[in-house]
């Protein structure tokens, strides 16, 4: 145990879940580079998160991570503690009215076949988003014409002194990849909404958003998905392209050859790679088209 899991363990003496000290962020994080949390904690329940958040102090830096497919770690790792959700927070439930109760660990394609199988349409866009709903809920996410924001009804979790939060859809305050909830909040699920719809229409949909994934895509890559948001009026991609930037390299980290938005570790890639890649990109594409790429992917830690 370090010297802060052992400080937050004597605060938290009825805590039931697991606090670890210098876990591994790269065997979590899809690019698998990243040095370690100093303390990683996994809640039990939503009460096990409460009250740990109710408890640990205000000086400690708090990040919530999901399945780690967004995410590049730097190689100093995360200072303070990192939390992730576990099982108990991954459930998916059917309510009347084409309505999904979903935990914020639920994998967005889980939550896309379970709507198949409820036979409710307006999911099948998640299917084609390799995060968990948690972060979803956090950053709008979306694809093939749907967000996010289409789906909310509301939006619970648990802010840092632990006390239970809800917000409407409008209390999200939805944008483009973004939104105004408080950045304090650890979302623990949401209830969205739906309509009814064909085992058969909905399976088509879930079909084409998997080909358009596999054939565009480079999914097979250590990669943390799309890099850069889409600028107003622009691609992302095209503007990469257009820059001279595709398959460009730095170290082990790569400008993907088949879809220049997403940035791989072609292996032995550092946090640092990525990063400094990722920051040329925006420079070549601002010198070569005037436009400002914002980053997608979230970048947590400190460098090495």
């Known amino acids: 145990m370090s010297a802060l899991a052992d400080r937050l363990a004597a605060l938290t003496p009825e805590l039931r879940g697991r606090l670890v000290a210098g876990q591994r962020l790269a065997d979590i994080a899809w690019f698998r580079v990243g040095g370690p949390a100093e303390v990683l904690f996994s809640p039990s329940d939503e009460g096990d998160l409460s009250y740990f958040l109710e408890r640990a102090p205000q ?52 939550v896309a076949i379970a709507a198949l199988e409820a036979g409710i349409g307006g999911f099948a866009f998640y299917h084609g988003i390799p995060g968990s709903i948690g972060g979803a809920l956090r950053m709008n996410a979306g694809a093939h014409g749907t967000e996010t924001s289409d789906r909310v009804v509301e939006v619970y979790g648990v802010d840092r002194s632990g006390a239970r939060r ?16 408080p950045q304090d909040v650890i979302f623990t699920g949401a209830l969205l909404q739906g309509y009814p719809e064909t085992e058969d229409a909905i399976r088509a949909e879930m079909d084409a ?9 480079p999914i097979k890559s250590r990669t943390g998905g799309s890099t850069f948001k889409n600028p107003p009026g622009h691609s992302a991609w095209k503007l990469i392209d257009a820059a001279g930037c595709r398959g460009f390299r730095v170290g082990g980290a790569q400008v993907s050859e088949m879809h220049c938005n997403f940035l791989i570790n072609v292996g032995g890639a550092t946090g640092a790679d990525i990063e400094s890649l990722g920051e040329e990109v925006r420079r070549r594409v601002k010198e070569h088209s005037g436009v400002e790429l914002e980053w997608e992917i979230k970048r947590i830690g400190v460098a090495a």
């Open 59 to 110: 000086d400690v830096p708090i990040y919530p991570i999901g399945l780690g497919s967004n995410l590049l770690v730097r190689d100093g790792g995360m200072p303070g503690v990192v939390i992730r959700l576990g099982k108990t927070f991954a459930g998916i439930a059917v309510e009347g009215d084409a309505r999904l109760r979903v935990g914020a660990a639920a994998a967005d394609k889980r």
């Open 166 to 181: 809800t917000f409407s859809n409008a209390d999200m305050g939805y944008a483009y990849r973004s939104s105004k909830a």
């Open 209 to 217: 958003v998997a080909e358009h994934r596999e054939t565009k895509q």
